[in-house]
């Protein structure tokens, strides 16, 4: 058994982690209108992240949070 710590959770040792998806309604190969763009950008901000923190998730690293950010075309 793992005690539910971040590190656990991250390396799916913790049975009970999981991981939430953000799904936005966007046409692959095109640009993401300013505001959606923006809300990404926030998402994926340190503020965005200190958000997920304080509703009981784990953030994510910078890393993943820049590959994702360029997966839309959005400088991190």
Known sequence: AYPATSEHAYSGDYPLARYLYLAINH???TKLDPVRREFMKFIFSKE???LVVKEGSFPVDAATAAKALQALGIDP
Do not use: S, V
Request: net charge neutral; proline share 17%.
């Open 27 to 29: 046409k692959p190969g």
């Open 48 to 50: 965005g992240q200190e």
